[in-house]
Protein backbone atom coordinates (compact mmCIF):
# COMPACT_ATOMS: atom_id res chain seq x y z
CA UNK A 1 0.00 0.00 0.00
CA UNK A 2 1.63 3.51 -1.06
CA UNK A 3 2.14 5.83 1.98
CA UNK A 4 2.72 9.49 1.87
CA UNK A 5 4.48 11.58 4.81
CA UNK A 6 4.98 14.77 4.99
CA UNK A 7 6.95 17.14 7.59
CA UNK A 8 6.44 19.15 9.22
CA UNK A 9 2.93 19.03 9.79
CA UNK A 10 2.84 22.69 11.22
CA UNK A 11 5.29 25.66 10.09
CA UNK A 12 5.04 29.16 11.26
CA UNK A 13 8.07 31.51 9.86
CA UNK A 14 8.44 35.21 10.03
CA UNK A 15 7.62 37.43 6.66
CA UNK A 16 10.75 36.68 3.99
CA UNK A 17 12.05 33.37 5.50
CA UNK A 18 13.02 30.56 3.19
CA UNK A 19 10.77 27.64 3.43
CA UNK A 20 10.82 23.86 3.15
CA UNK A 21 8.19 21.19 3.24
CA UNK A 22 9.00 17.72 2.67
CA UNK A 23 7.15 14.83 1.29
CA UNK A 24 8.61 10.98 1.53
CA UNK A 25 6.73 7.94 -0.37
CA UNK A 26 6.57 4.45 -0.35
CA UNK A 27 6.12 3.27 -3.85
CA UNK A 28 7.91 4.29 -7.41
CA UNK A 29 6.14 7.48 -8.70
CA UNK A 30 4.51 7.93 -11.52
CA UNK A 31 3.86 11.63 -10.94
CA UNK A 32 4.03 14.06 -7.81
CA UNK A 33 1.95 16.69 -7.12
CA UNK A 34 1.89 19.67 -4.90
CA UNK A 35 -1.58 21.34 -3.96
CA UNK A 36 -2.20 24.52 -2.20
CA UNK A 37 -5.31 24.85 -0.16
CA UNK A 38 -6.50 28.04 0.96
CA UNK A 39 -8.56 28.72 4.24
CA UNK A 40 -12.55 27.91 2.95
CA UNK A 41 -11.18 24.56 1.40
CA UNK A 42 -10.16 26.31 -2.42
CA UNK A 43 -7.29 24.30 -4.07
CA UNK A 44 -4.66 24.61 -6.48
CA UNK A 45 -3.05 23.06 -8.04
CA UNK A 46 1.07 23.95 -7.82
CA UNK A 47 3.16 21.65 -9.84
CA UNK A 48 3.33 18.30 -11.27
CA UNK A 49 5.94 16.41 -11.71
CA UNK A 50 8.19 12.99 -12.18
CA UNK A 51 11.66 13.86 -12.27
CA UNK A 52 14.09 16.83 -11.54
CA UNK A 53 13.07 20.51 -10.58
CA UNK A 54 10.00 22.92 -11.31
CA UNK A 55 9.73 26.44 -10.83
CA UNK A 56 6.92 28.97 -10.72
CA UNK A 57 7.53 32.72 -9.29
CA UNK A 58 8.82 32.25 -5.64
CA UNK A 59 8.39 28.46 -5.34
CA UNK A 60 10.03 25.43 -6.25
CA UNK A 61 9.42 21.83 -6.14
CA UNK A 62 12.47 19.40 -6.45
CA UNK A 63 11.94 15.19 -6.53
CA UNK A 64 14.59 12.51 -5.67
CA UNK A 65 13.46 9.63 -7.50
CA UNK A 66 16.28 7.37 -5.60
CA UNK A 67 15.18 8.36 -2.46
CA UNK A 68 11.34 8.70 -2.84
CA UNK A 69 11.60 12.08 -2.01
CA UNK A 70 10.13 15.30 -3.00
CA UNK A 71 10.55 19.18 -1.42
CA UNK A 72 8.48 22.31 -2.23
CA UNK A 73 10.76 25.52 -1.59
CA UNK A 74 9.07 29.01 -0.77
CA UNK A 75 11.46 31.68 -0.98
CA UNK A 76 11.22 35.27 0.19
CA UNK A 77 7.49 33.85 1.95
CA UNK A 78 5.09 36.56 2.48
CA UNK A 79 1.52 36.20 4.74
CA UNK A 80 -0.33 35.36 0.97
CA UNK A 81 1.33 32.14 1.28
CA UNK A 82 -0.36 30.75 4.33
CA UNK A 83 -1.69 27.87 3.56
CA UNK A 84 -2.02 24.21 3.87
CA UNK A 85 0.74 22.38 1.47
CA UNK A 86 -0.31 19.64 -0.07
CA UNK A 87 1.73 16.75 -1.53
CA UNK A 88 -0.01 13.82 -3.67
CA UNK A 89 1.60 11.05 -5.66
CA UNK A 90 0.41 8.31 -8.19
CA UNK A 91 2.14 5.12 -7.83
CA UNK A 92 2.94 3.11 -10.52
CA UNK A 93 -0.31 1.27 -10.34
CA UNK A 94 -3.58 1.93 -10.70
CA UNK A 95 -4.81 3.11 -7.35
CA UNK A 96 -5.26 7.16 -8.28
CA UNK A 97 -3.73 9.34 -6.19
CA UNK A 98 -2.34 8.83 -2.63
CA UNK A 99 -2.28 12.25 -0.43
CA UNK A 100 -0.32 13.51 2.16
CA UNK A 101 -1.68 14.47 5.58
CA UNK A 102 -0.38 17.64 4.34
CA UNK A 103 1.74 21.10 6.14
CA UNK A 104 -0.14 23.80 7.77
CA UNK A 105 1.87 26.86 7.07
CA UNK A 106 1.43 30.44 8.81
CA UNK A 107 3.73 33.28 7.66
CA UNK A 108 3.54 36.08 10.00
CA UNK A 109 4.58 39.42 8.78
CA UNK B 1 -17.46 31.31 -16.75
CA UNK B 2 -14.14 29.74 -16.44
CA UNK B 3 -12.25 27.10 -14.37
CA UNK B 4 -14.61 24.53 -12.11
CA UNK B 5 -17.40 25.46 -10.80
CA UNK B 6 -19.31 23.38 -8.19
CA UNK B 7 -23.47 23.93 -6.56
CA UNK B 8 -24.44 24.05 -4.30
CA UNK B 9 -21.50 25.50 -2.02
CA UNK B 10 -23.28 24.64 1.05
CA UNK B 11 -25.60 21.54 2.14
CA UNK B 12 -27.47 20.82 5.08
CA UNK B 13 -29.43 16.94 4.55
CA UNK B 14 -31.07 14.94 6.68
CA UNK B 15 -30.41 11.27 6.86
CA UNK B 16 -33.00 10.10 4.61
CA UNK B 17 -32.97 13.39 2.03
CA UNK B 18 -31.94 12.80 -1.47
CA UNK B 19 -29.69 15.44 -3.10
CA UNK B 20 -27.18 15.89 -5.77
CA UNK B 21 -24.01 17.76 -6.01
CA UNK B 22 -22.89 19.45 -9.34
CA UNK B 23 -19.78 20.23 -10.90
CA UNK B 24 -19.37 21.95 -14.68
CA UNK B 25 -15.91 22.43 -16.20
CA UNK B 26 -15.41 25.42 -18.90
CA UNK B 27 -11.68 24.09 -19.59
CA UNK B 28 -12.38 21.42 -21.95
CA UNK B 29 -10.95 19.13 -20.31
CA UNK B 30 -11.79 15.10 -20.94
CA UNK B 31 -11.22 13.47 -17.14
CA UNK B 32 -13.42 14.31 -14.04
CA UNK B 33 -12.62 13.31 -10.44
CA UNK B 34 -14.72 13.47 -7.18
CA UNK B 35 -12.91 14.00 -3.58
CA UNK B 36 -13.83 13.93 0.00
CA UNK B 37 -12.09 15.61 2.84
CA UNK B 38 -12.93 14.74 5.91
CA UNK B 39 -11.89 17.08 9.24
CA UNK B 40 -8.36 16.36 10.20
CA UNK B 41 -7.82 13.42 7.44
CA UNK B 42 -6.20 13.09 4.21
CA UNK B 43 -8.03 14.12 1.10
CA UNK B 44 -9.78 10.93 -0.57
CA UNK B 45 -10.14 10.00 -4.54
CA UNK B 46 -13.93 8.62 -4.73
CA UNK B 47 -14.64 8.78 -8.43
CA UNK B 48 -12.63 9.25 -11.82
CA UNK B 49 -14.57 9.71 -15.31
CA UNK B 50 -12.28 9.47 -18.48
CA UNK B 51 -14.25 10.76 -21.71
CA UNK B 52 -17.55 9.88 -19.32
CA UNK B 53 -16.42 6.60 -18.57
CA UNK B 54 -16.10 5.84 -14.69
CA UNK B 55 -11.88 4.96 -14.78
CA UNK B 56 -11.80 4.54 -11.05
CA UNK B 57 -14.30 4.02 -8.44
CA UNK B 58 -12.35 3.96 -4.99
CA UNK B 59 -14.48 1.58 -2.94
CA UNK B 60 -17.02 4.02 -2.20
CA UNK B 61 -20.42 3.04 -0.60
CA UNK B 62 -23.33 2.75 -3.17
CA UNK B 63 -25.18 5.64 -1.22
CA UNK B 64 -22.56 7.74 -3.46
CA UNK B 65 -23.41 7.48 -6.76
CA UNK B 66 -21.87 9.53 -9.48
CA UNK B 67 -23.01 10.79 -12.78
CA UNK B 68 -21.07 12.05 -16.04
CA UNK B 69 -23.42 12.89 -18.67
CA UNK B 70 -20.80 14.67 -20.56
CA UNK B 71 -17.08 15.59 -20.25
CA UNK B 72 -18.08 19.00 -18.93
CA UNK B 73 -20.58 17.55 -16.06
CA UNK B 74 -20.35 15.37 -12.80
CA UNK B 75 -22.96 14.96 -10.70
CA UNK B 76 -22.71 12.96 -7.08
CA UNK B 77 -26.07 11.87 -6.18
CA UNK B 78 -26.30 11.17 -2.67
CA UNK B 79 -29.11 8.95 -0.89
CA UNK B 80 -29.71 7.86 2.79
CA UNK B 81 -26.41 9.36 3.86
CA UNK B 82 -24.65 9.22 7.14
CA UNK B 83 -23.72 11.76 9.44
CA UNK B 84 -19.65 10.77 9.16
CA UNK B 85 -20.41 11.30 5.57
CA UNK B 86 -20.60 15.73 6.31
CA UNK B 87 -17.43 16.35 4.71
CA UNK B 88 -16.01 18.78 1.82
CA UNK B 89 -16.61 17.98 -1.21
CA UNK B 90 -14.57 18.42 -4.38
CA UNK B 91 -14.72 18.15 -8.12
CA UNK B 92 -11.79 18.34 -10.05
CA UNK B 93 -10.18 18.21 -14.25
CA UNK B 94 -7.88 17.92 -16.21
CA UNK B 95 -6.90 17.08 -19.69
CA UNK B 96 -6.42 13.39 -19.32
CA UNK B 97 -7.73 10.89 -16.55
CA UNK B 98 -4.32 9.59 -15.61
CA UNK B 99 -3.34 11.76 -12.94
CA UNK B 100 0.07 12.88 -15.02
CA UNK B 101 -2.04 15.94 -15.95
CA UNK B 102 -2.27 19.38 -13.94
CA UNK B 103 -5.43 18.88 -11.83
CA UNK B 104 -7.76 21.99 -11.61
CA UNK B 105 -10.07 22.16 -8.30
CA UNK B 106 -13.71 23.58 -7.67
CA UNK B 107 -14.25 25.05 -4.72
CA UNK B 108 -16.52 22.40 -3.36
CA UNK B 109 -19.86 21.67 -1.52
CA UNK B 110 -19.45 21.77 2.44
CA UNK B 111 -21.99 19.21 3.20
CA UNK B 112 -23.36 18.55 6.53
CA UNK B 113 -25.66 15.43 7.43
CA UNK B 114 -28.03 15.38 10.33
Known amino acids: KNEVEQSPQNLTAQEGEFITINCSYSVGISALHWLQQHPGGGIVSLFMLSSGKKKHGRLIATINIQEKHSSLHITASHPRDSAVYICAQRGGGADGLTFGKGTHLIIQP | ETGVTQTPRHLVMGMTNKKSLKCEQH?????MYWYKQSAKKPLELMFVYNFKEQTENNSVPSRFSPECPNSSHLFLHLHTLQPEDSALYLC?????????????FGPGTRLTVL
Open chain 2, 27 to 31: LGHNA
Open chain 2, 92 to 104: ASSQGGTFTDTQY
